[in-house]
């Protein structure tokens, strides 16, 4: 299992990015997804998640109204819009399996892969 993601950049606060996680190894509509965030000298964060039918979507409160959660089944790939950056939203952000997050703690996966980096910046 691989996930590679993609997508991160470094933006100004109110600014924009989506994200995108292309899977190998893991059917994305097949398994519990979710959005993963690790800030400096944080452990990681569980931000959102979907169901495996695609129509429960799950947002931390520090993230609900500014980010949404999709994935294209045929394209094998979960995607997080992220809209009203803020400073804090700062991190490295994963995909993963939903199963590797207890509540809003996440235990790193060496499948995650290098994750992709999100820098909020006036």
């Known amino acids: 299992v691989q996930l590679v993601t993609s997508g991160g950049g470094m933006v100004q606060p109110g600014e924009s990015l989506r994200l995108s996680c292309t899977a190998s190894?893991?059917?994305?509509?097949?398994?519990?997804m979710s959005w993963v965030r690790q800030a400096p000298g944080k452990g990681p964060e569980w931000v959102s998640g979907?169901?495996?039918?695609?129509?429960?979507?799950y947002y931390a409160d520090s993230v609900k109204g500014r980010f949404t959660i999709s994935r294209d089944g045929a394209k094998n790939t979960l995607y997080l819009q992220m809209n009203s950056l803020k400073v804090e939203d700062t991190a490295l952000y994963y995909c993963?399996?939903?199963?590797?997050?207890?509540?809003?703690?996440?235990?790193?996966?060496?499948?995650w892969g290098q994750g992709t980096q999100v820098t909020v910046s006036s």
């Open positions: 190894g893991l059917t994305v509509s097949a398994d519990n």
């Open positions: 979907i169901n495996t039918g695609g129509d429960q979507t």
């Open positions: 993963a399996r939903t199963k590797d997050c207890s509540g809003y703690r996440c235990y790193r996966q060496p499948y």
